[in-house]
């Protein structure tokens, strides 16, 4: 499970780097910065909500 976990992971964050380097490369600067503000907002907000749920997973193992 936890290998299948980090092949899951690591795809996105590949997809991630992937869509980030093109949008980088396919928009002006200052565009580019509003639209990075956001971005990290809400990477934040799923970073947050996958820790919890990421902890609430692990709580239901351990304590079934």
């Known amino acids: 499970m936890a290998k299948t976990g980090n092949t899951i992971a690591a795809l996105l964050i590949g997809v991630a780097v992937g869509v980030a380097a ?6 002006d600067k200052e565009t580019r910065q509003e639209d990075l503000e ?3 907002k809400t990477l934040n907000g799923l ?3 996958f820790a919890k749920q990421g902890q609430e997973l ?3 193992i351990y304590h079934s």
């Open 22 to 27: 093109g949008y980088v490369l396919a928009t």
């Open 38 to 40: 956001k971005l990290k």
């Open 47 to 49: 970073k947050g909500k």
């Open 58 to 60: 692990e709580d239901e």
